[in-house]
């Protein structure tokens, strides 16, 4: 980077930074560090809500995943809106109500202790684990800019994070969040500008959109039917966007901490509902644009040599490897082939502007297969990095957007987008941080310590709490280097494995009042998170047993928790809670 780039990378850091410690004055109670006192309004939930969601992985790794994949991983979010209808309704008034510091207090009035404890125990394990995916996406940047070594940096900036966490509390998260939020879509709009304004001086924003769609990647919409029928394994379609996104994000925005911690900071039941719902609102529209830039940056590299393989690093172990001749051949083929695919989509835009039907037909025909012979190239370098010589990660979706804008994008505006990512990172790693050390806090820490902590030794304990969760979470990004998927996936495929179960308890407690039997509730979750790491298990065995996608992990486990509930509440001996508060 530029020494341009730096100055305008730490000043924005460092603004954000000052920013959130001047706001996070608040009262030194759980009240205070946790919930701001519940005074936000819903402009702020809602920015909160967005940007704890929205962490370096989205603006690292979905441009990626749109590039590799195409635009078909927009389906995922389809179930959003109609969960955040469903949450306004039913959670919300609940939470409000009870005035709860964790969602699953509640469940302790409901059912019993134990119950409480395994919900808040299966939201640590997966919030953990996921944060600390989370702390390794920034890492990555600092390793491939400056050459650091992958562990030394996850140390680094999991040490910044623990910091600006313990620091500033919920108030600051939100309110530098709302900072965080602005920066970032004025960066990405320049970014999405920058990628139509480097194409050839003929080719405008449609012409990309025309390149890119006639090579499968505007799949907005899959149904996720082939001729033998409905396709289970297929990650990304209508079917499975609608129900299991939606059984995901009503588990995620209903019963995850992280982001019910959000809008408990709300100074009203309508200040909640209003920022829920207009995160349901423009959450499908972000994303949208969010892979659209991949889509683009897709585009450019049809007029402009792409990287063989995107992560450097790995190149370079390749270039020292038993395979380094072969590489350099291939990398010679891989070469021709792009000149090819520049003067094929020359002519393609060429040929579509003049509107002549059969030669469109052609060069869409040769386009085609040009990136069907790029594309075998690229996964033979795959297989060289993967290989037992080179031992390498073969999976380079997220260093895509990464490398175009190191390597394109012009002084100053490269320190921006890095600025993003780190910002992005922060607002969204801080408010996990935050929720994790509320619930090891008040879910276990209140309940199990015999002795009576006052206000200020509760402060002082959570920000303990707080460091410990970070250290957990750079432990964790320490293991994620070689996970095997994007970024972004592996963080939504931990989640499918635990929030279908944490929702299904929550089902039961508020709408099948005629189960009372704690046990019952209990064990049907221990059952039916068995249930999904039984199924994912045998989804990932060679050859599967089941060919499924892990959003329907999630209504598995809701409806798991369910079906045991009610057959064991028939048997197991009959529990009653100490005090049964109805839903409103």
């Keep these: 980077m530029s020494q341009l780039d730096w100055i305008i990378l730490v000043v924005t850091l460092l603004a954000i930074i000052a920013y959130g410690l001047y706001k996070s004055r608040t009262s030194r109670n759980l009240d205070g560090y946790f919930l701001s006192n519940r005074s936000m309004p819903w402009g702020l939930i809602l920015l909160s809500i967005m940007g704890t969601q929205a962490s370096a992985i989205t603006f690292l790794s979905a441009p990626g995943q749109a590039y590799t994949d195409g635009m078909r991983f927009v389906q995922y979010y389809f179930g959003i809106p109609i969960a955040m209808v469903v ?3 039913f959670f919300v008034p609940i939470f409000s109500k009870l005035k709860v510091y964790t969602a699953y207090e509640y469940l302790e009035s409901r059912f019993d202790g134990k119950t409480r404890t395994l919900t808040s125990l299966l939201f640590l394990l997966s919030r953990g684990l996921s944060t600390g995916i989370s702390v390794f996406a920034p890492s990555i940047i600092l390793s491939s800019l400056l050459d650091w ?5 996850n140390l680094f900036m999991g040490g910044l994070l623990i910091i600006y966490t313990m620091t500033g509390g919920a108030r600051a998260v939100a309110y530098t969040q709302q900072l965080q939020l602005i920066i970032v879509f004025i960066g990405m709009f320049l970014a999405a500008y920058m990628v139509v304004n480097m194409l050839p001086a003929n080719i405008g924003f449609a012409d990309a959109l025309q390149v890119s769609g006639k090579l499968g990647k505007l799949n907005v919409i899959t149904t996720g039917i082939t001729e033998k029928g409905f396709n289970w394994s297929d990650q990304y379609n209508l079917l499975s966007g609608i129900i299991g996104g939606f059984f995901l994000a009503l588990s995620y925005f209903g019963a995850d901490q992280s982001q019910v911690g959000r809008y408990l900071t709300a100074k009203s039941v309508k200040e909640s509902r209003m920022g829920l719902l207009m995160n349901g609102f423009v959450k499908v529209p972000m994303q949208f644009l969010i892979l659209l830039i991949g889509v683009l940056v897709f585009t450019f590299y049809q007029f402009n040599n792409a990287p063989v393989f995107f992560n450097d690093v790995q190149v370079k172990k390749l270039e020292r490897s038993v395979y380094k001749d072969s590489f350099l ?3 010679q083929q891989y070469d ?3 000149e090819q695919k520049k003067a094929t989509v020359t002519t393609f835009a060429k040929v579509m502007d003049a509107g002549e039907i059969k030669a469109i037909d052609e060069s869409t025909i040769e386009l085609q297969s040009l990136q069907k012979q790029s594309d075998s190239l690229r996964k033979k370098v795959k297989g060289w990095i993967s290989s037992k010589e080179v031992k390498g990660d073969d999976n380079d979706t997220n260093y895509i957007f990464l490398r175009f804008v190191v390597d394109h994008l012009p002084a100053g505006l490269v320190g ?9 990172s922060w607002g969204s790693i801080a408010a ?6 509320s619930c090891s806090m008040v879910d276990f820490h209140r309940r199990l310590t015999k002795k009576k902590d006052s206000c200020e030794d509760e402060y002082r304990l959570s920000k303990k709490y707080t460091l410990l969760w970070g250290v957990f979470c750079i432990v964790v990004a320490m293991f994620t280097y070689n996970i095997g998927n994007s970024l972004i996936e592996a963080v939504n495929i931990l989640g499918s494995l635990f929030y279908g179960v944490i929702l299904g308890v929550f089902l039961v407690a508020f709408f099948f009042k005629s189960i009372k039997n704690s046990h019952a509730v209990f064990w049907g979750a221990v059952l039916a998170e068995l249930l999904v790491l039984t199924v994912f298990i045998f989804t990932k065995t060679s050859p599967p047993v089941f060919k499924m996608g892990f959003l329907w992990l999630n209504p598995i486990g809701a409806f798991g928790v369910i079906f045991f509930a ?12 100490k005090k049964e508060i109805a839903p409103v």
């Design 87 to 89: 949450i306004c309704v």
């Design 149 to 153: 070594n992958i562990y030394w940096t």
């Design 329 to 331: 051949l291939l990398q």
């Design 336 to 338: 021709n082939i792009a």
């Design 416 to 424: 921006l987008l890095i600025a993003i990512i780190f910002l992005a």
């Design 432 to 437: 996990a941080i935050n929720s994790l050390a």
């Design 566 to 577: 009610i057959l064991l509440n028939k048997f197991l001996p009959a529990t009653h809670p």
